[in-house]
């Protein structure tokens, strides 16, 4: 739940990380979300602002998990 920060009203989003069963190596990561803009027609651009967030933000996990599959970094 987002209480400020952005210019949405009702926020309310989740991340669920799933193991694929198949190959162990790979996680599934999945970003749910539901608002609604304060101001008219900024929807488009949010939605583009929140994709650019969790591009980045999952990234930045791989880059992470990688560098403790490979003993460079503390869990």
């Known amino acids: 739940r987002l209480l400020s920060g952005i210019p949405v009203r009702d926020y ?3 991340v669920t990380l799933t193991p694929d069963a198949t190959d162990p190596g790979w996680t599934e990561l999945v970003w749910r979300s539901s608002w609604r803009p304060k101001y008219p027609l ?3 651009a949010l939605r583009r602002g929140f994709q650019d967030v969790v591009d ?3 990234a930045a996990l791989v880059t992470h998990a990688e560098a403790v599959a490979a003993g ?3 869990g």
Do not use: D, I, M, Q
């Open 56 to 58: 980045r933000w999952g």
């Open 72 to 74: 460079g970094a503390n």
């Open 42 to 44: 900024t929807k488009g």
């Open 12 to 14: 309310l989003g989740e």
